[in-house]
């Protein structure tokens, strides 16, 4: 039973984190990714080395529900560490915007449902991310370092390649580089309009990075170098001034990597 005193400790917490918002709120997106790769560099690490550390529960030639869901939390983690970075302007802008309302400091604390349905989005493709691992390595198609044949990997840079000069990946890219114009077209009231809003961005989100994050299948799921460069592409792409023009360059780089995978075959 929730009680007075108990009702009063929430309000003053909440109370608290309302008068250090800004501070609060630059701290979480620090911190949140820092935890996340904190977890993904000894895993990563351990994955392409003994296996008898953090990654050493992969080694399992059952995969039951423990098993699965400890895929898919890895899943998790890489998701959040390397996609909440590209979404922080958007959330500043968003706590900025609400803190100059009229409706004082807590109207900003509404930045964590906004990020909560932005993380909702990315945990769905957490689910199917690790769906089609298991598909895969159940078909042989994965090897056990969790990377596609040379010729699979190809295919993969090739399809990531034309999906970057798309007129989807065009305007998912508008959508996520224009955090004034999104939240413009797109601002709804209330707690529950934020947890909209966040999806809306998520959804976006996905739509512009899903062919890229795919790209860990061809460069080996839990490869650090891989993780570190799509993480890092991804920053530049939303942020950079030649993000969108950057495109066609992008998808020539993927095509070239391809051609180089085929060659070596």
Known sequence: ?????????????????????????????????????????PMARDMYGAMTGPSAWMMTAVWDAR?????????????????????????????????????????????????????????????????????????????????????????????????????????????????VAFLTTHMRPGALGALRLGLDHGLYCLGCCWALMLLLFAGGVMNLAVIGALTAFVLVEKLAPAGVDGSWLSAICLIAIAAWIVIRI
């Not at 984190?17 to 560099?41: D, G, K, M, Q, S």
């Not at 993380?119 to 390595?137: E, I, K, P």
């Open 67 to 179: 098993h699965l869901a400890l895929l898919c939390a890895m899943w998790a983690v890489m998701m959040i560490g390397m996609m909440l970075p590209s979404a922080a302007p958007t959330l500043l802008v968003y706590a900025a915007v609400m803190r100059r309302s009229g409706e004082g400091p807590r109207a900003a604390l509404r930045v964590y449902p906004m990020a909560a349905g932005y993380l909702m989005v990315w945990l769905g493709f957490t689910v199917a991310a690790t769906l089609l691992q298991r598909a895969l390595s159940e078909r042989l198609v994965l090897s056990p370092m969790m990377s596609l044949s040379p010729a699979a990997a190809a295919l993969v840079l090739v399809m990531a390649a034309a999906y970057q000069i798309t007129p989807a990946k065009r305007a998912c890219l508008d959508s996520c580089r224009s955090p």
């Open 1 to 41: 039973m929730v009680t007075a005193s108990t009702r009063l400790r929430d309000s003053t917490a909440i109370e608290i984190v309302a008068r250090h918002e800004r501070t609060v709120l630059v701290a979480t997106l620090i911190a949140i990714p820092l935890l996340c790769w904190a977890w993904i560099v």
